[in-house]
């Protein structure tokens, strides 16, 4: 029995609530980070594209979000992608072709520059993580303990 109808359904519900939302955010369990959309933009500020450390609550971004853009509207709606895969699937993902096509749909001339930004920081992230994975840190355990060279 698959799991991947389900999976899909899921995904399609997800995208489709993003599609809409002022704010969304790319929860990345395994680099420990966030990708987070702020869609919102003025004339002279366009929309954001950061990545940061989970926070712990929709609430918590929304008061981080609506703090660092006081200048914005207040935004009270976020909208939570889960993605376990890799930062290389998430670049080949409709998530990522929905966060690029809103960042750069104003038309401000520094969107591709951010998306490359936020592309780069999170590759940072996701090789930290495998060296942490590889070496047994952090929530990591290795499967054989590190014996002395004779």
Request: hydrophobic share 40%.
């Amino acid at each position: 029995m698959s799991m991947q109808p389900d999976f899909d359904n899921d995904m399609y519900e997800a995208l489709e609530h993003a599609e809409q939302s002022e704010v969304v955010c790319v929860i990345m369990p395994f680099v420990n980070q966030c990708l987070v959309l702020d869609a919102r933009y003025t004339a002279d500020d366009p929309p954001t594209l950061t990545v940061s450390p989970p926070l712990g609550s929709a609430e918590r971004r929304l008061r981080q979000v609506n703090q660092q853009r006081p200048n914005m509207k207040y935004t009270r709606e976020l909208a939570v992608i889960p993605w376990q895969g890799s930062v290389a699937s998430l670049v080949n993902s409709s998530v990522w072709e929905l966060m690029m096509r809103r960042l750069k749909a104003p038309g401000f001339p520094n969107a591709d520059q951010a998306c490359d930004d936020a592309l780069r920081e999170l590759e940072k992230w996701e090789r930290q993580a495998m060296v942490r994975m590889i070496s047994g840190q952090g929530p990591f355990q290795t499967l054989w303990p590190r014996t002395e060279a004779r």
